[in-house]
């Protein structure tokens, strides 16, 4: 079955400066996608990076990065220069392959904490 | 391009009541999904519907919920006889396409049961 874990419950970070946010998943489907998901505390989802199971380099966005290690099976989401702004809940998430395409599976979340 | 519609934000319901909750997808997008987060935990799957057709309800309870996607007018989540563990919200995301597509989501229905 696939599952995705965010071992960390919560994290802090001082602002200006960079954080990883762990994310580490399991699935026997070759082919799949990995997102990561902002939730600040009015509850909207916003979407911030995406990283495709075939793609060869890591994903970038501006101040997000993914570093996928396919090996290792894990999208550890970088955020460089914090901002207060980015103090938000933050969820990796996986989309299926196969028969279940296009559903995603959440992990438990990341509560980022980023300190002035 | 106006994002993904949810309303109501929040809807307030007894035991017992309906709840519909309406979802709009972006323009363009002909895939709509549905997700419910529990207080402090992650989204969870519900049901993957294209237009008239429900595609996954894999992560839909059997009983009280359903969702339909009809070929005119937004997706619609329903739950019937509302009971006090069905407070949670409710998100919807749409994507153009199911593979290979990011699912951009709504800013969600927080149902409270009382």
């Known amino acids: 079955a696939q599952k995705i874990t965010q071992t960390q419950p919560g994290m802090f970070v001082q602002e200006k400066e960079a954080v990883t946010l762990d994310c580490t998943y399991d699935?026997?489907?070759?082919?799949?996608?990995l997102f990561w998901y902002k939730q600040p505390s009015s509850g909207e989802m916003i979407f911030l990076i995406y990283q495709g199971s075939y793609d060869q380099q890591n994903a970038t966005e501006g101040r997000y990065s993914l570093n996928f290690q396919k090996a290792r099976k894990s999208a550890n989401l970088v955020i460089s220069a914090s901002q207060l702004g980015d103090s938000a809940m933050y969820f990796c998430a996986m989309r299926h392959g196969g028969t279940s395409y296009g559903k995603l599976t959440f992990g438990q979340g990341t509560i980022l904490t980023v300190h002035p | 391009n106006a994002g993904v519609m949810q309303n109501p934000r929040h809807l307030v319901r007894r035991r017992g009541q309906e709840a519909r909750l309406r979802c709009s997808p972006m323009k363009g997008h002909s895939h709509v999904y549905w997700y419910r987060q529990l207080p402090e935990e992650g989204l969870k799957f519900m049901v993957y519907l294209q237009k008239e057709n429900i595609i996954d309800e894999s992560g839909m309870p059997k009983e009280r919920f359903s969702a339909e996607f009809p070929k005119e007018g937004p997706s619609i989540l329903r739950i019937q006889q509302v009971v006090r563990g069905d407070s949670a919200a409710y998100f919807c995301a749409s994507s153009p396409r199911a593979v290979q597509e990011t699912q951009y989501f709504g800013p969600g229905t927080r149902l409270l049961v009382l």
């Open positions: 699935t026997s489907d070759p082919s799949y996608g």
